[in-house]
């Protein structure tokens, strides 16, 4: 698209010194993320998936040097139509926005959804996961993108979990982070908030626990997930409805946390849908 | 344990340029791991699971500085009983070593497992994962754990795929590294040797597919699972002997690599057990 197609004006970024450079590189840190309340997503296809779930990116930042793509195309003039800001800057600024060596050609800054409780409609599907002090985002993201395999309302972390708006999380998600919805709270806010409503709570856990397969899973399904390390504390599966266990056939008697929650929602997929 | 109570001697590094700092330190490197047929794995739990499966790092690198342990004393005692060599560094020293800022105290060095398919034994489980050109460490870990859980014969890396060696996949595994067979090879020398022998081999495909859910699955099932971003060649697919699906209710098509994986890997443990 040519200069004289566009109805918008392209900001140019071409100095690393650019007080917008050091803003869009701070949002890769939790506490600059939190100040502001935005994020970053980066990729085409990504920010696609955005779009189509009706979420755009406040600012677009693109590389001057990129190939041509309709898709880009109209992201740009759904950005700018929307009265977003569209910047055109060079591959190594983006390098230095985004920490990595090989950036995509596009990056998308968002304001972070609401989290609170208040804001989940628990009706939106029959399957949740909830994760308590989930400490990797990768784990988080993949979590993320399994709710969105399982059709789930969407994912609640509880305690002091990874951020669902870094970098790392956002790209594990696989655009996930865009379609499910997400809830932060600590364990004595999420207990009241859970019982308020309809509800089932349900742990992987190896105490007074029935066989995963085939359990009397409910919908809504609330599938809580422990600590990478620690797993559940144990007055935390006293609250569960259900208490299941997975066969471990080996030496370690726990899985990734990730790995647990998606066979798990995958068993409670199979007996609900 | 004093000194006096030791009949083997601890060899002291305290200078940073020390040669073995930096031979140990390579071995983070896939280069490095590969010339010298050698790996790294950290922390007393990592290393105690290895030692109850039989295997013992042929050095152990301790901190003077720790908490004593029983079981690090036996560690110890077993490593030097069989020839081994143990090295006391400083904090600073390890974490130039493992490369990260909070170390554990103790870490081993392993001679590599035999990776030919020749040396892999079938027989060892009903359940065995394959996967082809599978690029993160942390998923390679995953799969090695899951492959534990499900009590898996073990994992095969089909083409280009992450180190199972290296200190992230080894870390992720939670130990399965130790207890699982690793077989290496190409698609084009693993086809033969899986039909050299009874095996089944089924892939998640969208292709043609049955229900994933009670599919005739039968031992020893192996399990195809493909590239984190492209999934399995076309041709991969075809040679499978059976091709099932799993629900996708969401915007994406696929799963993460490792959840997918364990996700089948559990309803082909329910089908065979």
């Known amino acids: ?42 990729g085409l296809r990504l ?8 979420k755009l990116p406040e600012t ?27 910047i055109e800057t060079t591959p190594n600024i983006l390098t230095k926005i985004t920490g990595k060596d090989n950036p995509q050609a596009v990056v998308g800054v968002f304001a972070e959804f609401d989290t609170s409780l208040v804001s989940l409609d628990r009706s939106q599907g029959p399957i ?28 609640i972390l509880i305690d002091d979990c990874a951020d669902p708006f870094s970098m790392e999380a956002v790209r594990a998600s696989m655009g996930a982070v865009f379609t499910q919805q997400i809830g932060r709270s ?3 806010e999420f207990l009241p908030w859970l019982r308020s409503g309809s509800g089932q709570l349900v742990a992987a856990s190896l105490r007074d626990a029935v066989d995963y ?35 471990m056939k080996g030496r370690a008697d726990s899985l990734n946390a990730a790995v647990a929650g998606a066979v798990l929602a995958y068993e409670v997929l199979a007996k609900l849908d």
Chains 1, 2 share one sequence.
């Not at 004006?9 to 840190?29: A, D, H, Q, W």
């Not at 920010?47 to 009706?54: H, P």
């Not at 809504?220 to 409805?241: M, T």
């Open 128 to 155: 949740w996961m909830v994760a308590q002090a989930l400490r990797d985002p990768g784990n988080l993201g993949t979590m993320l993108r399994t709710c969105d395999a399982v059709g789930a309302g969407g994912l």
């Open 60 to 86: 677009l930042v693109m590389t001057g040097k990129r190939d041509a793509h309709p898709l880009l195309d109209e992201l740009e003039a759904a950005v700018a139509d929307a009265g977003g800001e569209i």
């Open 1 to 42: 698209m040519s200069q004289n197609d566009r109805a918008w004006e392209r900001r140019e970024i071409t100095g690393f010194s650019n007080p917008t450079v050091k803003y869009l590189r701070n949002l890769r840190e939790k506490k600059h993320r939190k100040r502001e309340g935005k994020f970053l997503a980066e």
């Open 213 to 247: 397969r085939g359990a009397p899973y409910s919908a809504p399904c609330f599938i809580l997930v422990g600590n990478e390390s620690r797993g559940l504390p144990e007055a935390y599966e006293d609250e569960c409805d259900l208490r299941v266990t997975m066969p």
């Open 47 to 54: 920010l696609t998936d955005a779009r189509e779930c009706g």
């Open 186 to 188: 600590t364990w004595d």
